[in-house]
């Protein structure tokens, strides 16, 4: 099957999908415009469909007086048992990090709850159910404004909307600045922390670590970042930013989601272009037993042979 990248052109950035009953649901980042977070559906993977927003009103998203570039960052969409969760940070306001439900993707979704600090969030159970929430710990508000803390974790209570005890630190990568968009994976006995690094410029990566629980210890695959475009002359850089929103159905097959920017080359100073923050699609590879991101094609506008990637709910 073929796959055409980027997924859906445009101003569509930090892609995270989700699969619920054979049906394909993904949102992206929409800053401080509402309607806010756009949820498209697809049955291949192919062609999308814009189906409605998480946020409709006004005081869902809180960001009435933001800066530009603030509001809604990376939000993650979840499936189970019947609801739909998406988990996002609305930076730079008094929301911070809200968790929205609905039963239909299209709407209506709840006014949302607030859950923990920091940005870029993650939601995660393990078998037993616990809720796990995994974040970059930058404060982007208030007197810790811009203070950076790691990949943070916690243990939450998704119906009360708060957390059950301090966040503690994870793996925070291998030494790049700005580790963020951290996602969580249960693959066999293992599971899988993903992050971005590097920071969202040219340096921009994908690291990966592995670990025997949702909460570590995990260890770095050694040859981190597994996916960046950096000191290249690709066309396509900046690819992360939520790294690895993957699918799998428990086979073999599992691929990754992300952003890419094309940059405006003007020399040694270069334009990023936000309006072509683009969704796109690898196919994931084993490195060493690690499941890692597979590489983008070089073109601008390419297309990726794979098989049918389903995802994880």
């Given at each position: 099957m073929r796959f055409p990248n980027p997924l859906i052109p445009g101003f569509n950035p930090d892609p995270s999908v989700v699969l619920a009953d054979g049906v394909y649901y993904l949102v992206t980042?929409?800053?401080?415009?509402?309607?806010?977070?756009?949820?498209?559906?697809?049955?291949?993977?192919?062609?999308?469909t814009h189906i409605g927003n998480v946020a409709t009103r006004p005081e869902q998203a809180g960001a009435d007086e933001v800066a530009t570039s603030g509001g809604v960052w990376a939000p993650t969409i979840r499936y189970r048992d019947g609801v739909f969760y998406?988990?996002?940070?609305?930076?730079?306001?008094?929301?911070?990090?809200?968790?929205?439900?609905?039963?239909?993707?299209?709407?209506?979704w709840s006014d949302g709850i607030t859950s923990v600090g920091g940005i870029d969030p993650d939601l995660a159970w393990d078998e037993d159910g616990t809720a796990y929430v995994t974040f970059s710990g930058l404060h982007t508000s208030h007197e810790q404004m811009g203070q950076h803390l790691g990949i943070q974790q916690v243990r939450v209570d998704l119906a009360a909307g708060k957390a059950l005890e301090a966040?503690?630190?994870?793996?925070?990568?291998?030494?790049?600045k700005?580790?963020?968009?951290?996602?969580?994976?249960?693959?066999?006995?293992?599971?899988?922390?993903?992050?971005?690094?590097g920071g969202t410029e040219r340096g921009h990566g994908i690291s990966v670590a592995r670990g025997p629980s949702p909460e570590g210890p995990f260890e770095g695959h050694p040859a981190n970042p597994v996916l960046s475009a950096r000191s290249t002359s690709r066309p396509i850089q900046s690819r992360s930013g939520p790294p690895g929103n993957r699918r799998t159905d428990g086979s073999s097959s599992t691929g990754s989601s992300r952003s890419s920017t094309r940059p405006i080359d003007i020399g040694p100073a270069d334009l990023r272009r936000p309006d072509v923050a683009d969704p796109a699609l690898s196919r994931d590879r084993r490195r060493d037993g690690y499941r890692a991101p597979g590489r983008l094609g070089r073109p601008a506008r390419g297309e990726l042979r794979a098989r049918r990637l389903p995802v994880p709910r």
């Open positions: 980042s929409t800053f401080e415009y509402l309607p806010g977070i756009p949820v498209y559906r697809s049955t291949d993977l192919v062609t999308w998406v988990i996002v940070t609305i930076a730079m306001t008094p929301r911070g990090c809200v968790v929205f439900t609905a039963t239909d993707p299209a709407g209506p966040p503690r630190s994870l793996w925070s990568g291998a030494g790049l700005f580790p963020e968009a951290p996602h969580l994976y249960h693959r066999g006995d293992s599971w899988y922390l993903l992050i971005a690094e």
